[in-house]
């Protein structure tokens, strides 16, 4: 079994940690002790990225092999739907009325009804989108492109777009807490890249950013997922090809500290009210959750078409 994408603290109707099915059954816990899958919820093909409701009442799943949108209420799939060719990264605005998801299959961007799940229109991004993060202004997009080595800035007003090329295989972007800073875990340089961005009152199309390389720093090998401490002061870093998870300061931009985790970890998530971390291990079949407090946190079932929710 393999878990892909992670996401935390999220269901009102799950009170503690909803995570995949581990091997043994377990999850593998720091400074707590493990604990055992209560709930496996089966989905279709190759459930890959998840977001939540603001509401905590709703969980969406994008499915690669189905090239589908599904919607998880109260430990079932309610709701279903065809949203285009492999669909991979998924972010939701606050209000909970709208989704954005990659589609790896399209190199478009399609933006969704949260409740019907229907398609309301498809940007054109890059080729193979896998990182999908909406800005804390909701005023735009960031796509990761990893196939072509660019990032898509996606306007939610006007659904312009404008590029940057970074090169390499860039996988995830997120930006940091005060919106000045791009950050970018890129797959084939073991680094991550960041980039100052200015935008302008111009369309994002005509070039209405700028983009400015910054700084780049070596983490493991093969970074992919990204998260920020609820303070925005560290940056954790999941290295796909290193079994570890870096710990940067974001007030100089250096590692701090290498946790070991799992084999291939891939996706990482911060609870929103508590700060712990969860970590998906795509090659060792577990979850790493470091510094628990007892919440419930779920994560994708990649190659076994299920989530699973462990007590």
Known sequence: MKPFGACLGCLLVW???????????????FGKDRRVVEVVIPVETEPFDMASSPDGKTLWVTQVGAGKLSAIEQNKVVRSAAVGARPTGLAVNAAGDTLYVGLGGESALAVVDAKTLAVKRKIPVGSFPVGVA????????????????TIHLVSTASWESGRVVVGGTPYFSILSKDGKLVITSNLSSGQVHLTRLELDAGPLAAGGFHLTPY??????????????????????????GGASVSVLSTRIW?????????????????HPKDGFLLVSNWGSSFVDVI??????AFTTNYTGNQIAVIE
């Open 15 to 29: 009170t503690t940690v909803h995570s995949l099915p581990a091997a043994a059954d377990q999850a593998q816990i």
């Open 134 to 149: 909406l800005s804390p202004d909701e005023r735009f997009v960031l796509v990761t492109c990893a196939t072509d080595g």
């Open 215 to 240: 700084k780049s720093i070596a983490v493991g090998a093969s970074p992919v997922g990204l998260a920020l401490s609820l303070d925005g002061e560290r940056l954790y870093v999941a290295n796909y």
């Open 254 to 270: 250096a590692v701090e500290q290498t946790l070991a985790v799992g084999t291939q970890p891939y996706w990482i998530a911060v």
């Open 291 to 296: 510094y628990p407090d007892g919440r419930r």
